[in-house]
């Protein structure tokens, strides 16, 4: 089983400031085959991208995705209010299809 | 509009079985696998399974193998998880999910969740 370790696991920052989010997997991944998620409180995970970089659907342009074998990035370029959240790692390349621990945004 | 809903919460006592539904609309049902995932309260996503609707073909992640099972009626558009002797450490928040084909397999859409609460 691939296991993804999500770092750090909370982000203090604010509104407008970078984040960068890693997301590193004990074997190699397929760059095909790793994702991103968004959940907020009291709501289902968002597919935010796919193939490690591609944004999903009404997905805007601060978000991108990076990365290749066995480390993988999700950097936030202005953190809006909105964006407050925690973020998943997804590989599915390889069974079982395994989630990063998540890693927390929070406002500073 | 693509729309996974799923079935209520529910508040089941040790031992006693428990089968949730999710039903997808919008879109063909048994031309996308769907995926169940827990998160337990608190804590991460696990990835439980997924089924292929088309021919109910399921696989399972070793974790929950046995522990649960997954199916589906393709005839009503349904997927769902079932338990037959629930415990403690079941309650969670289940979600179903489609897996994508343009997203290269990844879960494009998402059920609300179905809240499992087991307590004596």
């Known amino acids: 089983e691939i296991v993804l370790t999500q770092s750090p696991g909370t982000l203090s920052l604010s509104p407008g400031e970078r984040a960068t989010l890693s997301c590193r997997a004990s074997q190699s991944v397929s760059s095909y085959y790793l994702a991103w998620y968004q959940q907020k409180p009291g709501q289902a995970p968002r597919l935010l991208m796919y193939g490690a970089s591609t944004r999903a659907t009404g997905i805007p342009d601060r978000f991108s995705g990076s990365g290749s074998g066995t480390d993988f990035t999700l950097t936030i370029s202005r953190l809006e209010p909105e964006d407050f959240a925690v973020y998943y790692c997804?590989?599915?390349?390889?069974?079982?299809?395994?989630f990063g621990q998540g890693t927390k945004v929070e406002i500073k | 509009e693509v729309q996974l809903v799923q079935s209520g919460a529910e508040v089941k006592k040790p031992g006693e079985s428990l089968k949730i539904s999710c039903k997808g609309s919008?879109?063909?049902?048994?031309?996308?696998?769907i995926g169940w995932v827990r998160q337990m309260p608190g804590k991460g996503l696990e990835w439980m399974g997924i089924?292929?609707?088309?021919?109910?073909?399921?696989r399972y992640s070793p974790s929950f193998q046995g522990q649960v099972t997954i199916s589906a009626d393709r005839s009503i558009s349904t997927a769902y998880l079932q338990w037959s002797s629930l415990k403690a450490s079941d309650t969670a928040m289940y979600y179903c999910?489609?897996?994508?084909?343009?997203?290269?397999?990844?879960?494009?859409?998402w059920g609300q969740g179905t809240q499992v609460t087991v307590s004596s």
């Open positions: 919008g879109y063909s049902f048994t031309t996308y696998w």
């Open positions: 997804q590989q599915y390349g390889s069974a079982p299809r395994t």
């Open positions: 999910a489609r897996q994508g084909r343009i997203t290269a397999l990844a879960f494009d859409y």
């Open positions: 089924i292929n609707p088309g021919d109910s073909e399921a």
